[in-house]
């Protein structure tokens, strides 16, 4: 079964509505069918979006130059169904007081750049529902994640740029604070009893580093540039393995009838200190296997790999 679902265009200024195919291989339910191709986003009037600008260009490129001939299946976007149900949720948490998933626009490098805040409260705190898993949550709690200090740093940006789109009841708001708050999808009450790192509650709030004015716009600037720039190209640059999520190259030390690896280990240096330790020596009932790290992204979670001429010499391999 195949659905033709129209998509919003990657390049509004062409005003040329792309499309891509929603295929429902496992026969989910229609209900759940409609929902999905029923999306309501919207960004329309600008260039490129706040998901956009942190997303690779070769992605956004070949999604926009193959949208015709993408499919995705119903039963990947059940996760993305989910975490839309964040808009109820807002609706019910905004105040008159409070603005709520508000679309605001600027231009710069000759593009028109958007954003959309999810809320914007009266203290001034810009909070981004996100519904995620708990090892995701966690992860973010621990070290900075990259794409969601981006999106935030984005929107703060566009709120600077916006002071007029920002008033309520004649006061002025502005963000002074970033945040995540996310919703664990997949937490467990047991788990938190059980380990003191777990999250104690299904939601965190998890706050987001506020750069400077001028790394904003720094920022900005520069990846508006590398989309532009990837446009005039025969060939858009590869994804950077950060990008790619590319997983790092482990050795696996096997013993010979024994399943599992004894121990999984970053280098050689490692391997050879542990052998050393355990008076074990390779190749004589010992295997040292190199396992290369997968690149997930490409492996998994990009729909356009299909199109990828990195990612089908690497699949040649």
């Not at 490129?48 to 070949?62: A, D, G, H, M, V």
């Amino acid at each position: 079964m195949v659905i033709d679902f129209p998509k919003y265009p990657l390049k509004q200024k062409n005003k040329k509505k792309s499309q891509f195919k929603i295929t429902n291989k496992y026969n989910l339910p229609q209900v759940i069918v409609n929902a999905v191709v029923n999306d309501p986003y919207d960004s329309s009037g600008s260039d490129i979006s706040t998901t956009q600008l942190i997303k690779p260009p070769r992605i956004r490129i070949l999604q926009e130059k193959n949208a015709d001939l993408i499919e995705e299946d119903v039963s990947d976007r059940i996760f993305s169904l989910v975490g839309q149900n964040a808009h109820h949720i807002i609706e019910r948490a905004c105040t008159k007081n409070d603005i709520s998933e508000k679309r605001l626009f600027y231009k710069i490098n000759d593009w028109i750049l958007s954003g959309q805040l999810d809320l914007l409260t009266s203290n001034s705190e810009l909070i981004d529902f996100k519904v995620t898993s708990v090892w995701t949550a966690m992860d973010a709690l621990k070290s900075e994640k990259s794409e969601w200090e981006q999106q935030l740093n984005i929107l703060d940006y566009l709120c600077y740029k916006n002071p007029d789109e920002l008033v309520v009841n004649n006061q002025q708001l502005m963000p002074k604070t970033l945040n995540i708050l996310a919703i664990l999808r997949d937490w467990s009450k047991l788990k938190s009893y059980q380990s003191q790192d777990y999250p104690k509650h299904q939601v965190v709030m998890i706050p987001i580093r506020k750069w400077s004015k001028k790394e904003q716009q720094e920022f900005i600037e520069s990846r508006i540039k590398l989309h532009q720039s990837a446009e005039h190209m025969d060939i858009t640059p590869v994804c950077t393995p950060k990008e790619r999520w590319q997983k790092k190259d482990t050795y696996r030390v096997l013993k010979d009838g024994r399943k599992t690896a004894l121990r999984v280990l970053e280098n050689e240096e490692q391997v050879k200190q542990y052998l050393k330790e355990k008076d074990l020596v390779d190749k004589k009932g010992i295997q040292v296997v190199l396992a290369k790290g997968e690149e997930t992204r490409c492996m998994h979670y990009c729909n356009v790999n299909q199109f990828c001429n990195y990612y089908l010499s690497m699949e040649g391999k």
